[in-house]
Each structure stands twice: as C-alpha cells, then as structure tokens.
C-alpha cells in the first residue's frame, strides 16, 4: 500500500511534465560526431525504455569514421532528470540496490579489485558514480587498509558514508569537484559511469586532476563492438536507453588517456569484467512487449484488475524462458569473456607527471 501511495503521489508531477510532450526534453539532432567531429554518421538503434518503459524514442547513431555511438538527438538536463527520476532513489531506489547488493555484483566488484592490485596497492581510492557505495564495500575485503571515498550526483553516496560504506561522500559533478581534490587519489575507478556523462574527455582530464603522478585510473564501460549489440538490438542491456548517452570503442578510449598524459597499462577488451545477464534481460524485454505495464505515476491511470492479473499471467509464463537464458547466459560466460562477444571492456592507466592536456577538439554538448 506505501508503494501505491507513492505512484499516486508523484503522478501529477509525471502527468503534468508529459502535458507539455517530450520532445522538449531533446536537443537539436547533432549534424557531426562529438568525439571526432566527422559529418560521415549513420543510425545504428532505433529503440524505447524497456527498464522503466517510460514513454519516449530514443535514437543511437555512429560514425563512420571513428566508430564512437551516441544518443541523437540526446536528452537535454531536463530529460535526463525525467528519465532518471526514480530510478537509482525515490521508486526504484531499493530494486536497484538489490541489483548492486546481489552476489553476482559482489563477485564481479572483488575481481575488479583484484585487476588494480596487479599494478598498484593504493592508500586512498575514490570511486566515481559510486551510488550507494557497493563496490567500495566489496573492494575493501580485498583491500582492508584502503580508504575508499565516493562521488556521485545523488543523496545515495551521502547515506553510503553515513551508513560506512565509504570514508568521505562528495556529492555533485567530478568535472566541477576534481579541482579541489587534485593529487589526492592514488585510485580513481568509474564503473559504467562514462557511458551516462555528457562529456568524457572532461571526466577523463578530471580524473588526472585528482591523482596523484603515479597513481591509476580504473575503467569499465559497456564494449560497443560485441556482436551482442548487433544482434540483439535494442534489447542488448548495455545499450540502455535512454540513460547511456555514448560508447567508446576501447581504440578511441586508450589513445585519449595517452594524449592527456596516462600510460595505458590494461586494456582488456576480453576477460572478467563481462557481465553475464544478455539473453535473460533480452528474453524479459521480449516477453514484456505482450504485458500489460507496471502501475508507474508516468502513466496515466492507474491499470484495473484485469490488466495485472495479465500481467502477473504472461510474468509466469515468461519465467521460465528468463532462467533458461539467465542459466545459459552462466554457462557461456567463461567463453563469452574470452571471445569478442564480451558485452564491457576494462582499461587500468596510469598517470604519468605532468599537467592534463588541453582538450584538441571540444564538441561534445555540455
């Protein structure tokens, strides 16, 4: 009943914004590539939300020259915070920390850990993204004596240092608080947290700011070149629209943290940082086309008996198909994670002396 209080709370606030239409929540179409600047660009997705399935067409394009995938037209600061408006807090806050507290997730926090330790034992480490602080819980079993300190957007990192799971919680944008916290860090790690921001060579220079010379930067994104993407479209997971705003192929990623003044010690673009759920999430968002949607305050009433009972009907039926695929997904995954099919890649590199370079070709929108 106090999730039903809720929907109907927040839905005038859902109601009045989709009045207005959600076109606005869009920018102009982009003409040319934000990493390269290249005119040569051509649509790779067409899809819709199927996490939350609120209403919106989201488009991917690529270019041709360098290979990088972005949203376009991408989500204005108003329909960012549209969409991800009761996702990681409010509604969906306690669904997605399960999701992160699970030990699926822990499992894969302790082996990214696990990477760093090959090349550095670090006495201050500042997760970026970091939500509610679940990595920095799981690292620190590998890494007792390391402080780990987060940064994220929201009120979650600020609950996850009082509730320990860091040292210290900055809240807001690294690119407005790396100043302030130059030549602290001997780690910084960004969890498929690039992916969401607006400007990566902005959060990659940001990253250099806050470590010390000698110190690393670990990075895992979802990897735009796996087959999966082609062939499952826009019900690949990491695609995940309309919250991923762009896809560095690794090339690209590498060559810029050299450029900026890192050394690239990893780039894994097969191993363990693949992240076995394609075919499971792919089958549920299938089965859920046939579903009558969840009651959600971005809806505009609230569904009648029949619709949940056919709801709850096609969620049964489609059950077993998802933990068949999930169960497939396990079984293929230690040669998924040795083939291109990996569905994220993984850099480790480290700052070398020196200032950041200055960005040569600033066409990202802010």
Known sequence: MARTAEIAERRPRYQADLARGTERFFLPRRTTCPWCASPRLKRRLRTRDHVQNKPGV???????????IFQNPRLTLEGLDFYYRDFYEGLGEESTAKMFEGRGSTKRFRRSARALLRHADPARWLDVGTSHGHFCVAASVELPDTEFDGLDMGESVERAAKEGRISTAYRGQFTELA?????TYD??????YLEHTLDQRAELAAAHTALRPGG????????????????LRGRWMPWFQPQHLHFIPIGNLCRELERIGFTVVTAQRRGDQHIPVDLACATWFW???AMPKEDAPWLGRRPGRAAV????????????????AYGLDLALAPLTRRTPLSNAYRVIARREPGPSAPDPNPTQET
Do not use: K, Q
């Open 58 to 68: 989201f488009v991917l394009d690529e270019c041709r020259d360098c290979r990088h």
């Open 179 to 183: 100043t302030d916290l130059a030549g």
């Open 187 to 192: 780690v910084v790690s960004m969890f498929h």
């Open 216 to 231: 690393h930067l670990l990075i895992e994104v979802p990897n735009p070149e796996s087959p999966l993407g082609r062939l």
């Open 287 to 289: 089965a859920s086309r």
């Open 309 to 324: 009972a056919l709801r709850w009907a096609v969620a049964l039926t489609a059950l077993p198909f998802v933990l068949v």
